[in-house]
C-alpha cells in the first residue's frame, strides 16, 4: 500500500483530525456504518459522486460501476464514501433536463463543498449529466476524475443497425409519411435499446464522453468502451486507484482544465461529429473553471476540421464499432499528427495527452478515417451571425444537407412548440420545401430551459414528396442524435426580445453557411415597429423555475446561471456544532 500524505495535506483532515467534540461527532457518525478507527488517520477520503436512477435510464447501471470504482480506491489506501446527486436523464424529464442541469451543478458542487472529501470521482452517462458533475466540480477544484458509464449495444431491427435517436428521427418521419406502419414502429422499440447504457450513436452522451477524454478528465478510453463490457468495469477500477494517487499529487481539475484542453476538447469534438449541444456545456465548464471560451472559438478552431468518424447521425456506424475500430485513442493521435492536438496538455492519468496516443491503433478504416481521406470535409459545427442571430447561432454542417447551406425561404413561423404541435400535421398549413421553419420562445428562458425541439419534424405533406430536410430555425436545441439543415441556440433568444422574436410569417431569410450569415430581411423601420408592439411572454412566479429564467445566461454564454460563474474552491465551512 502506498504511503498516504501527511494528515495537514489532506482536506478532510479538517473534520476527522480534531481531538474534541467536533471530531468525535464526524468520525463517530460514520462509524455506526461500520468502519474501523484507522480509516479516519491519513487515508485520503474519496468522494464518489453517483448520478444513479432507475428514472435516468442511461445511468441505471451506477450502483454496479461504483462498486468496482470502490475497489480501486481500497486498493491504493483510499477511503471511499459514495454520495448521490440529482440524477436527470433525457428520456423522461418534463420539461427538459437541460432546465436541471445548473441546479445539478449547484447540488454537485455543494454536496464537495459540505463534506470531507479529499478527491472526486463523477459517474456520468446521460446527456447533462456529464457538464453538470464537471461544471459542480469545477467550482471547487478538488483532485477530480469522471467515468462515463458507457453506451449501450448497437441496435438491431430485421437485420438492419438501429441506432438511438437517429434511428427513431427516421422511422417516426416514414410513419408519419405512411412509409411505416405503426405496428412495425412499435416492434422496432425494444429492438433499440438492447443494454444497459447511454444513446449508441455520436449523441450529445456520447460527444460528452469523448469531450471528457479529449479534455484529459478520464482515463485512456472512457469515450466508446459498452457500458456492459467488462472493460468498462475495469476501467471503473482503475479510475478508482487512480483519484487516490491524483490527491496525493495534489492534481486538481484547473490543472488539467486548462486553454490548451478545451481546445482539444473543441477540435476532437469536430473530429467525432459531435453534438451541437457540446457549444453551450463546455462553454458553461470553461466559465466556471475560469478559462475565456466564446462561440467565435468553436468556428475559428473547429469548423474547419474535417470529420473522421462515420457514425450516426452523420453517418453510418455506432458507438460499439467505434470502440473496436480503436476509440478516440486513435481519432486523437490523427489530430495530434495534423498539428490539432496540444499533445503537452495534462491529464488525470499523470502522463501528458500527446503520451496516450502515439501509438494509438486504428482496425477499421471505414469507421475512423484520416485526415488525408475525411469522412466529411471541413465538418466542424459553424457559428452563424447576422440580424437575426446578434450574438450567434450554431449549425452542424456534418449532419445538415449541403444544397441547403445556402438558401433563401419564405419565413413559417410558430410562436412556441404548443403552436407547432398544433398545426404542423395540418394539410392545410401554407408551407412548401422551399419555406423556412422559424421556432420561437425556446431558448433558455423562453421555454424555459431550453428544450431539444429545434430539429421540428417537417410536415407530412412534405414528406410524401420524398423531401427529408428543410431550413430550421430557432432559439432551442436539438438532440445530438438528430440530423438536418438546423440553426439553433439563436441569440438573444426570443423570450428576451431577440429580433427572432420579431419574425413573421411571410418574411424571407437568408441563409449561408459559407459566409456565416444568417439573415431577417426586413428594414429596421420594421423591426422598430415590431419591437415597440412585441410583449414579452410571462415569467414563472415561484420555484426553481422562476430563479431559472432570473439568472440564465443566454447560449451563446452557456446557459450557466450569472451567479455561478467562477468557483469559489473548496474551503471547509465554518463548523456549526
Known amino acids: 500500500m502506498k504511503k498516504s500524505l501527511p494528515k495537514k495535506h489532506l482536506r478532510s483532515k479538517g473534520w476527522f483530525a480534531d481531538d474534541g467534540v467536533h471530531g468525535f461527532i464526524h468520525r463517530g457518525w460514520l462509524k455506526n456504518q461500520g468502519w474501523p478507527a484507522d480509516l479516519f488517520d491519513g487515508r485520503p477520503v474519496i468522494g464518489i459522486c453517483n448520478t444513479w436512477s432507475e428514472l435516468t ?95 449501450m449495444l448497437t441496435g438491431r431491427f430485421r437485420g438492419q443497425k438501429l441506432g438511438s435517436g437517429t434511428g427513431l428521427w427516421r422511422m417516426s418521419d416514414d410513419t408519419r409519411a405512411g412509409r411505416m406502419s405503426r405496428e412495425d414502429f412499435l416492434a422496432a422499440e425494444s429492438c433499440m435499446n438492447r443494454s444497459k447504457g447511454h444513446c449508441m450513436t455520436m449523441g450529445t452522451a456520447s460527444t460528452m464522453a469523448c469531450m471528457v477524454e479529449a479534455l484529459g478528465m478520464a482515463l485512456p478510453g472512457n469515450a466508446a468502451i459498452p457500458a456492459v463490457d467488462a472493460h468498462r468495469t475495469t476501467q471503473a477500477h482503475i479510475t478508482g486507484r487512480r483519484v487516490v494517487e491524483m490527491v496525493r499529487e495534489d492534481l486538481r481539475m484547473s490543472r488539467i482544465l486548462t486553454r490548451k484542453a478545451i481546445e482539444n476538447a473543441v477540435r476532437t469534438i469536430a473530429a467525432v461529429g459531435g453534438s451541437t449541444n457540446a457549444v453551450i456545456h463546455l462553454i458553461a465548464i470553461a466559465r466556471r473553471i475560469g478559462v475565456p471560451l466564446t462561440l467565435e472559438d468553436w468556428d475559428d478552431l473547429g469548423s474547419r476540421v474535417p470529420c473522421l468518424v462515420n457514425m450516426q447521425p452523420a453517418g453510418e456506424h455506432l458507438m460499439e464499432d467505434f470502440y473496436y475500430a480503436g476509440g478516440l485513442p486513435s481519432v486523437l493521435r490523427e489530430l495530434a499528427e495534423n498539428g490539432l492536438l496540444h499533445t503537452d496538455a495534462a491529464s488525470v492519468s499523470g502522463h501528458l495527452i500527446g503520451q496516450h496516443v502515439t501509438d494509438a491503433p486504428c482496425w477499421n478504416r471505414k469507421v475512423i478515417h484520416t485526415f488525408s481521406n475525411p469522412f466529411k470535409d471541413e465538418a466542424g459545427i459553424a457559428i452563424l451571425k447576422g ?33 407547432f404541435n398544433s398545426r404542423i400535421d395540418d394539410e ?32 407530412p405533406k412534405i414528406l410524401r414528396k420524398g423531401v427529408t430536410d428543410m431550413v430550421r430555425i430557432s432559439d432551442a436545441r436539438m438532440s445530438g442524435t438528430a440530423f438536418g439543415t438546423v ?50 411572454p410571462p415569467t414563472p412566479e415561484r420555484g426553481y423555475a422562476k430563479l431559472y429564467v432570473e439568472h440564465a445566461l443566454q447560449a451563446d454564454s452557456g446557459a450557466d446561471f450569472d451567479f455561478l460563474v467562477g468557483g469559489s474552491g473548496a474551503e471547509i465551512p465554518r463548523e456549526s456544532h
Open 57 to 151: 435510464p442511461c445511468n441505471a447501471h451506477f450502483r454496479d460501476l461504483a462498486e468496482a470504482v470502490k475497489r480501486g480506491v481500497w486498493e491504493s489506501g483510499g477511503f471511499p464514501l459514495e454520495f448521490p446527486v440529482m440524477s436527470i436523464g433525457e428520456p423522461l424529464m418534463r420539461p427538459t433536463s437541460m432546465l436541471f442541469r445548473n441546479l445539478v451543478s449547484m447540488d454537485v458542487e455543494e454536496s464537495i463543498r459540505a463534506n470531507p472529501i479529499d478527491g472526486v470521482v463523477l459517474l456520468m452517462g446521460c446527456d447533462k449529466t456529464t457538464p453538470s458533475l464537471l461544471m459542480g466540480a469545477a467550482s471547487c477544484d478538488l483532485p477530480t476524475i469522471g467515468l462515463s458509464g458507457g453506451p
Open 387 to 419: 440580424n437575426l442571430a446578434a450574438n450567434g447561432a450554431v449549425i452542424k454542417p456534418s449532419a445538415a444537407s449541403s444544397h441547403l447551406f445556402k438558401h433563401r425561404g419564405r419565413a413559417v413561423v410558430f410562436e412556441d412548440v404548443e403552436d
Open 428 to 459: 392545410n398549413l401554407d408551407i412548401d420545401e422551399t419555406c423556412i421553419m422559424v421556432l420561437k420562445n425556446c431558448g433558455p428562458r423562453g421555454y424555459p430551459g431550453m428544450p431539444e425541439v429545434g430539429g421540428m419534424p417537417l410536415p
Open 487 to 536: 440553426v439553433l441556440h439563436v441569440s438573444p433568444e426570443a423570450a428576451v426580445g431577440g429580433t427572432l422574436a420579431l419574425v413573421e410569417s411571410g418574411d424571407m431569410i437568408s441563409l449561408d453557411v459559407d459566409r456565416r450569415d444568417l439573415t431577417l430581411e426586413v428594414n429596421e423601420a420594421t423591426l422598430d415597429e415590431r419591437r415597440r408592439a412585441w410583449v414579452p
